[in-house]
């Protein structure tokens, strides 16, 4: 058993930066891979990042690649989201989510409730 806890999200102004935080429970975190999802008001949820166990490997959307930065921090059970650049289309409620070790299995096993990301004009 995993349980996720997100912290960091805020209000900001478009073009700012915002570093999101996921802290896990457990001993087993570095056995799975973390992803980030967000969704907005009204829309689906859709994925944002992920990262592999060790951290070598990371995938992020299209829609975000260049602006966030998905890392981990195995010792301290803690996977982040660099947010920079933020457009007014980012606005969501971010959910990290722990899945299994593959790389390519798109499903996760765990979530957190998430945290609100609301980006000014």
């Known amino acids: 058993q995993v349980q996720l806890v997100e912290s960091g999200g805020g209000l900001l102004q478009a073009g700012g930066s915002l570093r999101l935080s996921c802290s896990a429970s457990?001993?087993?975190?570095?056995?799975?891979?973390m992803g980030w999802f967000r969704q907005a008001p009204g829309k689906e949820r859709e994925f944002v990042a992920r990262i592999s166990t060790s951290g070598v490997m990371k995938y992020y959307a299209d829609s975000v690649k260049g602006r966030f930065t998905i890392s981990r921090d195995n010792a301290k059970n803690t996977v982040y989201l660099q947010m920079n650049s933020l457009k007014p289309e980012d606005p969501a409620v971010y959910s990290c989510a722990a899945g299994s070790s593959s790389w390519y299995d798109p499903e996760y096993t765990y979530w957190g409730q998430g945290t609100r990301v609301t980006v000014s004009t």
């Open positions: 457990g001993r087993t975190f570095s056995s799975y891979k």
